[in-house]
């Protein structure tokens, strides 16, 4: 197989990028280890589309033109929701994971990008042509060529693979994992800062894990079903690693086991729970912060917080940062000007590779910018961004010329 350009993960931010290349005429080849696109958004449940807005205002201002505002408005109508609704200080938008692969399908048929599901990549070298992937596939391995690699895999891959110069913070300060599942039955009855107190209660009395203190509830927009989310500690013994699997083994069994233990609870104790039940589980649990690319530029917590800009900014940032550093809720550091930090071109371009962009959860960031950044609404622009960058690339233009595309193509 061959492609001008093949994208790996199709998460956020690798829609967004195969997506937008593809609409600049590249073939595009988009491969995806599960079987539908979305990543996070998606597999692990994940409900919210946050950083699509500016933050304050009186009405929703979209801080990003072009994907992340064609994909919005897509939700919406899907949902058949009013419009983003204000937490605080930010608006967000409700998004269903079922109505986000339909679209991600549609959105990639429309525009003619190849797409390859249950292809996990597995191995990547040069080759006189640009870059050779091997494809582990149901029937044994596959080759895949190209002139240009975009690695959306929110994990890096392509750095562990490539020996590519990536970081991952310490596990005590990794934004700890969450275990994202659905619920259908409930009929009502009590809030959510009730539940939250019969938890509390069932731990003391030792008939909850403690575990389920992590656990709270949101309505998905659909008649008697909702998430419900456990907000993980990684391990014990503080070891967590998102890329071990049998790390990450631990997370799929103790979720589980936490969200069974925690219904059947809810099902005896509060009213309108009687006739609960999971309804689903997710793919796989959700990780916040993985590995991350060391790019051209290192976009620090401080340039967001300060709102800086840069000659080749791609996106704005304009979520808070969001730690999550332990499994006892956020904490939100908003930034300090009124103007949104820029995103540069150069944190989508990894250290002394040619021909090599990235996008989404893995962008050269540090720890405390990756707090901001790692959201939807900011993945679909930078990979939007990395889409454009790869196009110009395959063509065999300047990726510099980026940021002045996207500003022709989308103001
Ligand atoms: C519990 C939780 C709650 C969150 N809450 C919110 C929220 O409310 N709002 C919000 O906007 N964001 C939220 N986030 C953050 C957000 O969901 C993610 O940071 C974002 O979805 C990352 O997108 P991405 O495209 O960079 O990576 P991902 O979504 O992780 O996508 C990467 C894709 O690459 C694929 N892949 C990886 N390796 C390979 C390989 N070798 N071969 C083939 N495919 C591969 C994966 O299967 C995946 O589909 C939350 C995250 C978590 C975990």
């Not at 996070?40 to 449940?45: I, Y």
């Not at 044994?140 to 929110?154: F, M, P, Q, R, Y």
């Not at 259908?184 to 809030?191: I, P």
């Not at 909702?226 to 998102?242: K, R, V």
């Amino acid at each position: 197989m061959t492609a001008d350009i093949i994208v790996l993960g199709a998460g956020s931010a690798g829609l967004a990028a195969a997506v937008t290349a593809a609409r600049q005429g590249a073939r595009v080849l988009l491969l995806e280890r599960h079987g539908f696109a979305g990543g996070m958004g998606t597999a692990s449940l994940v409900h919210t589309f946050c950083g699509l807005y500016q933050i304050d205002g009186e009405e929703p201002v979209l801080a990003n033109p072009g994907f992340p505002a064609e994909i919005a408005e897509r939700m919406l109508h899907a949902t058949g929701a009013r419009g983003p609704v204000k937490m605080g200080r930010v608006w967000v938008l409700m998004q269903h994971p079922v109505e986000f692969v339909r679209i991600a399908d549609e959105l990639l048929a429309g525009s003619g990008v190849e797409v390859l599901f249950h292809a996990e990549v597995v191995s990547t070298r040069k080759s006189p042509e640009g870059w050779s992937l091997g494809i582990a596939s149901r029937g044994g391995l596959i080759e895949a060529a190209c002139k240009v690699l975009i690695d959306t895999s929110g994990d890096a891959v392509l750095a562990g693979m490539l020996g590519g110069e990536a970081d991952l913070t310490e596990p005590a300060r990794l934004q700890r994992p969450a275990y994202v599942f659905g619920i259908q039955g409930v009929t009502g009855g009590e809030s959510g800062l009730q539940l939250a107190g019969r938890i509390v209660g069932g731990v003391r009395n030792g008939v909850l894990p403690k575990e389920a203190l992590g656990l709270h509830f949101r309505a998905s927009g659909r008649v008697a079903e909702s998430f419900g989310t456990i907000d993980l500690s990684g391990t014990e013994e503080g070891d967590y690693d998102p890329l071990d699997a049998a790390c990450l083994t631990r997370l799929e069994r103790s979720g589980r086991a936490t969200a069974a233990v925690a219904i059947d609870f809810l099902k005896r104790e509060a009213p309108g729970w009687e006739g609960a039940y999971i309804s689903h589980w997710p793919v796989r649990a959700g990780v916040r912060e993985s590995r991350r690319w060391k790019g051209r530029h290192l976009l620090t917590g401080a340039e967001v917080l300060s709102g800086a800009s840069h000659p080749d900014d791609i996106a704005l940032a304009t979520w808070p940062l969001e730690f999550r550093e332990t499994n006892r809720g956020p904490k939100l550091r908003y930034p300090e000007s009124e103007q949104p930090a820029g995103i540069p071109l150069g944190s989508l371009i990894p250290m002394g590779l040619e021909n090599v962009f990235t996008a989404g959860r893995c962008l050269s960031c540090d720890h405390e910018a990756q707090a901001s950044i790692r959201v939807m609404g900011t993945c679909f622009a930078t990979g939007q961004a990395a889409g454009m960058a790869a196009a110009l690339a395959a063509k065999g233009e300047s990726p510099e010329e980026a940021p002045a595309a996207l500003r022709k193509a989308f103001g």
